[in-house]
């Protein structure tokens, strides 16, 4: 476990600041958003957001709402999977068997910078992927994936919190029943006789944290075990089946929230720097009773400016403000984790009932190590098609982490004003 920031050990005690590591998230939902609510205008304390982005009110001097940016390679192939596939890597992907993507911006970021921790990065999903082929004859794998380590590889998501955290944290065989405090316990009783009250303090609530996700995985690590178990005498996998008989949470605010814990738990204790979070995949069957609708998320996007897909909109978002909150509490510097992170929401279209993706809904969170300016609204739909390119904000992103590349994706400029 990396420490937090404390001001008191002598080593960054003498200009109040460190070199803080950079950190990239992306987050995903599916079909769409309800774009009468999705508005924002003025800047900094002045942003006046829309009804669906008002989770986001309390940190808004650190967000970014772009509108405007398209991946033209997804665009004209067919709804669904040619909209998706190809959202973080600006490729060309192909009909049929064979699968043809790039490889995306997430594992770019992670191939240079995921050296320097235990795990290069995450991919996480808070639902199944799918198999088979869409009536578009495009493969599912590109409905389902967003991250690919090659053009024909997409990266396996991972959807048990249990299994991404015993990941992170290297948790095998005995290990699993030990908690990681036990484990540094010794280490950090020694350390906290060595710093600052304030420190101290800092020390204690960071282990609070770190024991109160280990607690809470408790009861899912033990729905795992027991799917697994009841998946030996099945007629089909545990990944077929529905929750919570495959040993997911059946509430999905709470797995939702464990996965944003989680992210925020690995880019705290530096464990990776790089996620990704698939929390409704295209076509989502995802169901919400708590929010009052009768439809899934892929049956309810075909309406998609009605008052319950607001809602499905809204809620999604709030992951995005939970996790960005949840790192601006987080002391690191003179700033936080999130001033040190670029967040990023988005959908793979922007109407689901009419299928057009010719814009993409996009907010950004955090200001990327002071590198990204943030407060703003930026609008880049009459800056012409070859200055609204996706790959060109990817293309900006990666000169910011120390990646300069001519050209990724269909993209050969930065993104203007960025």
């Given amino acids: 476990m990396a420490l937090p920031w404390f001001e008191s050990l002598s080593?960054?005690?003498?200009?109040?600041q460190a070199e803080f590591p950079k950190r990239f998230a992306v987050m995903f939902m599916g079909c769409g958003v309800n774009y009468n609510h999705w508005t924002a205008e003025g800047e900094g304390a002045n942003l006046k957001l829309g009804k669906t982005l008002l989770p986001l009110e309390p940190i808004k001097k650190k967000i970014n709402v772009i509108n405007g940016l398209y991946?033209?390679?997804s665009t004209g192939h067919g709804i669904h999977p040619a909209m998706t596939g190809s959202l973080l890597s600006g490729a060309e992907i192909d009909k049929g068997p064979i699968l043809h993507n790039g490889v995306t911006?997430?594992?770019m970021i992670a191939n240079k910078i995921g050296q320097e921790t235990a795990q290069p990065s995450m991919v996480?999903?808070?639902?199944?992927?799918?198999?088979g082929y869409h009536e578009t004859n495009y493969s599912l794998a590109y409905s389902s994936h967003l991250s690919w380590q090659s053009a024909d590889s997409p990266i396996p998501n991972e959807v048990y919190p249990s299994l991404a955290f015993d990941t992170l944290f290297e948790n095998r065989g005995s290990l699993r029943n030990l908690s990681?405090?036990?484990r540094v316990k010794d280490r950090a009783d020694s350390l906290g006789r060595k710093i600052s009250s304030t420190d101290k303090a800092k020390l204690d609530e960071y282990l609070t944290s770190v024991r109160e996700v280990e607690k809470r995985l408790d009861s899912m690590r033990k729905s795992k075990e027991k799917a697994d178990e009841a998946g030996k005498g099945a007629a089909k996998p545990v990944a077929m089946m529905d929750r919570?008989?495959?040993?997911?949470?059946e509430d999905q605010r709470e797995h939702a929230r464990m996965m944003c814990d989680i992210i925020a738990l690995a880019f705290q204790t530096d464990k990776t720097r790089v996620a990704t979070l698939l929390l409704a995949r295209d076509l989502s069957a995802m169901i919400y009773p708590w929010l009052g609708v009768k439809e899934g998320h892929h049956g309810a996007s075909h309406s998609d400016l009605?008052?319950?897909y607001e809602r499905i909109s809204n809620f999604h978002l709030s992951q995005l403000a939970y996790l960005a909150t949840k790192l601006d509490a987080m002391p690191e510097g003179n700033g936080t984790v999130l001033d040190n992170s670029f967040l990023m929401f988005f959908?793979?279209?922007w109407s689901g009932t009419k299928h057009d993706n010719s814009k993409l809904p996009i907010i950004t969170a955090g200001g990327y190590g002071g590198t990204v300016q943030t407060g703003r609204v930026l609008d880049y739909y009459k800056a012409g098609d070859e200055n609204r390119k996706i790959a060109s904000l990817y293309l900006s992103l990666m000169d910011r982490t120390g990646i300069k590349l001519d050209k990724f994706g269909d993209a050969s400029t930065r993104l203007q004003n960025f």
């Fill in 347 to 349: 959908s793979n279209m």
């Fill in 180 to 182: 990681i405090l036990d």
């Fill in 306 to 308: 009605s008052d319950s």
């Fill in 11 to 16: 080593a960054w005690a003498a200009t109040g």
């Fill in 105 to 107: 911006v997430d594992q």
């Fill in 124 to 131: 996480l999903a808070c639902e199944q992927p799918m198999t």
């Fill in 71 to 73: 991946n033209k390679p």
């Fill in 244 to 249: 919570p008989a495959n040993g997911l949470p």
